[in-house]
């Protein structure tokens, strides 16, 4: 039964993609992310508040790189991901997600001084290859003969800005719980997303967006990365780490079933390249003890 918490962890991340899609019709992006925090720290104030004031002290001396993971991690990762599902489908968003942990690999080598493997190098042609096939419908050479999409330009984008920051949030170990470590991101975020959802055309959420954004704030930012870190204490990092590799097939397959977005065999042969790239990659890393704690990953979902 232990193993239902990370399943249904990867369950809820992998539904955020059909949130994200859904959203793009419904509500501003900068609308979406705003409220999504503002619901989230709404919930967790009673919560982490107290425990906040007691640590301000320790705080303190990491409040600027507190603000600099927010940025990345929750501003824009999440935003740019709410605006790439106005011009790309949930599934192409999920795959490109999927390739976080391949990113996190790489990016490790100039901002941790790891090394990477030859496995890892082999992971990464292949992730690529497979990602080049599915954006290209078929064509492994996408990437030469024709301009990437801007929603899918998009969610490269986030996907970096979400790598390097479960890379930095590695180097950057903060003595506070995971709880603290999120409600503090939370509170820059909401500072850096009022500018942009006062610009918005319409500043208070349609009811059609409610379920949305009650998802995003309370399924994906608070229960998801509870469960995950619960899931780590309970089966181990690396056994957790497995079911994330499940993200872009849970992902995939509601935006068939759902969305009514059309799988074709491009998406399939695509995904199976990426994820079988980024397990590679892992497998590697964690033999010799060097993977990306998959607990960073649970500070905050994409």
């Excluded at 955020?16 to 793009?24: C, E, G, L």
């Excluded at 078929?138 to 030469?144: A, L």
């Amino acid at each position: 039964m232990v193993y239902l918490l990370p399943f249904f962890t990867v369950m809820i991340w992998g539904g955020n993609a059909i949130v994200n899609k859904m959203a793009s019709s419904t509500i501003e992006p900068s609308a979406m992310s705003f409220y999504r925090w503002l619901l989230s720290m709404v919930i967790l104030t009673p919560f982490c508040l107290p425990a906040v004031l007691r640590q301000r002290h320790i705080i303190k001396p990491h409040l600027t790189k507190l603000a600099v993971l927010a940025l990345l991690g929750m501003v824009l990762n999440q935003s740019l991901g709410y605006y790439a599902g106005l011009t790309t489908s949930a599934s192409n968003m999920a795959l490109i997600t999927s390739l976080v942990p391949l990113m996190s690999v790489f990016l490790s080598v100039p901002l941790l001084g790891k090394s990477i493997s030859m496995l890892s190098i082999v992971g990464g042609v292949l992730s690529l290859s497979g990602l080049a096939f599915m954006l290209g419908h078929g064509d492994i050479r996408y990437f030469f003969n024709q301009d990437i999409t801007q929603g899918d330009s998009l969610m490269i984008l986030a996907s970096l800005c979400y790598a390097v920051y479960c890379v930095l949030l590695k180097r950057w170990k903060m003595p506070f719980n995971s709880m603290t470590l999120v409600y503090m991101q939370g509170a820059f975020t909401l500072i850096m997303l009022m500018p942009l959802w006062l610009r918005s055309e319409h500043l208070l959420p349609s009811q059609s967006a409610l379920p949305l954004i009650a998802y995003a704030g309370i399924a994906a930012s608070i229960f998801a990365p509870l469960m995950w870190v619960k899931a780590i204490d309970l089966i181990g990092a690396d056994s957790s780490a497995m079911f994330m590799n499940l993200m872009p097939v849970v992902s995939v397959a509601l935006a068939s079933t759902l969305l009514g977005e059309k799988i074709h065999t491009y998406h399939i042969i695509g995904g199976m390249l990426v994820i079988s790239g980024v397990i590679l990659s892992q497998i590697k890393l964690r033999r010799k003890g060097k993977a990306i704690d998959p607990e960073a990953q649970a500070a905050t979902s994409s």
